[in-house]
């Protein structure tokens, strides 16, 4: 039995999230049914994590188990030649047999696009939230400091997305490597997110919350405060989908044999 790894690129506004469904188009489901035409067999593929609706891959990672005799490249040549446009496979490689696209990833980055032009280009309406107002980028920074570290993100998890009695694992508690901006020519302003795991929904409160400091509505001391309370009441609203991209799943080395 072999263990495929392979890095995924999509663009997610003509489906219903990553995870497969009876009847929405999804990006697992365009890969198995696609893997099950090459391979003669059932193919169940493992994600790095669940996308929702709307949000777009530069680097999703994924992995699957087959008998297959086919090569990495010609895994990489024929998916992409079936799937559809949408969905590009960057990377078909041998992973070791114990490999798991989501129990192994230590860390992810996603970027959250937003343009401030008076007007929106309709090329842009589908990959960066319309925000027609001048952001503080000063203030922006300032609140993104306060979230690097180890914190429980309770108050940008969406409400009801787990079982809060439970006492086992790590709840909302999250470690952010990393909270940046930088910006693309005069109305374009990019928020970057690197950590080792992301609660439901947690990057599109974040920025939703994040807006409201570069508008001024709400102080980087009082968006302190925000993350302090650990409850989703006090954070600002959920950024929309189509805004945010999954750049990159990170490893521990070695991946293969």
Known sequence: MRNIKLTIAFDGADFQGWQRQKSDRTIQGELENRLQIMTQGD????????????????????????????????FLQGLNSLLPLSIRILDASEAAADFHARFD?????????IDTSKIQSPHKRLYALHVPASLNLERLQCALEKIVGQYDFASFEATGSRDLTLTTGRGSIRTIHKASLQTQGSHSVILTFSGDGFLRHMVRNLVGTLIDVGKGRTSPAEFAHILAAANRSAAGATAPAHGLFLEAVHYAPPLLN
């Open 105 to 113: 990833a230590q860390a992810k980055t996603y970027s959250y696009h």
């Open 43 to 74: 193919v169940s593929v493992i994600g790095a994590g669940r996308t929702d609706a709307g949000v777009h891959a530069r680097g999703m990672v994924a992995s699957f188990k087959t008998q297959s005799r086919i090569s990495c490249q010609a």
